[in-house]
């Protein structure tokens, strides 16, 4: 079923001319799970967000631009993305291969970690946030270790979410757990099998 799922996803994307980018991307690129950029294409679709924040850069960050720019098109609902990496060669390389459309809608920048401790447990932090309190935010990253499975970036800017706020984590089964656990306003949890993914929506 999930194979299926992903073949579906895929054909959805590339019959929209979606997927033309990947051709820029260097070899060593992840490759992309289709599954995942379908469905955060259809949640940016369906909720129009004005403020996306991402952590970690790539193919969902172009996908979820793109997003944008159909909403922008279709309503003329504006909507932009800021997208955190801890790397500096996937933020610029993410910005590299973002299709010229699309760079209005998108700012990539490069965040330094900080490794530090939260209730006990061994975190990650970016250093540098946007201010602004996004509408959806999409937690790809940073890369984990064997000693630090977790960042605890929404913690820290929980207090500005707003109503019909949604946060979609991208495996990351621990960050989950510690999500779970430490968030401190109610959430409608979702695990989304046919994907990686799961969803915290702010109730």
């Known amino acids: 079923m999930m194979r299926m799922f992903q073949r579906w996803a ?16 260097p070899p060593q ?14 949640v940016v679709r369906e909720r129009k967000p004005a403020g996306i924040l991402e ?18 098109a279709e309503s003329g609902t504006s909507g932009s ?9 996937w933020a610029v390389t993410a910005a590299k291969i973002m299709p010229p459309h699309l760079a209005k809608f998108c700012s990539i920048r490069h965040s330094r970690l ?24 999409f937690l790809d990253g940073p890369s984990l270790t064997r000693e630090r499975q977790v960042a605890a970036d929404p913690l820290d800017i929980e207090e500005g979410f707003r109503p019909g706020f949604l946060m979609i984590v991208d ?7 510690f999500l779970r656990k430490y968030l401190k306003r109610h959430y409608a949890f979702t695990h989304h099998w046919l994907t990686s993914l799961s969803t915290f929506e702010l109730i």
């Open 10 to 25: 895929r054909y959805q994307l590339r019959r929209r001319g979606y997927l033309d980018f990947l051709r820029a991307r």
């Open 29 to 42: 690129a992840f490759r992309p799970n289709f599954g995942d950029l379908w469905f955060l294409y259809r």
């Open 55 to 72: 952590f970690g850069s790539g193919c969902s960050t172009i996908i979820m631009a793109q997003a944008l720019a159909d909403n922008a």
């Open 81 to 89: 993305i800021t997208s955190v990496d801890a790397d500096p060669y």
């Open 114 to 137: 900080r490794e530090e401790e939260s209730h006990g447990v061994p975190v990650f932090r970016h250093a540098d946030l946007p201010a602004a309190a996004p509408d959806l935010l």
């Open 171 to 177: 495996g990351r089964d621990a960050n989950v757990l």
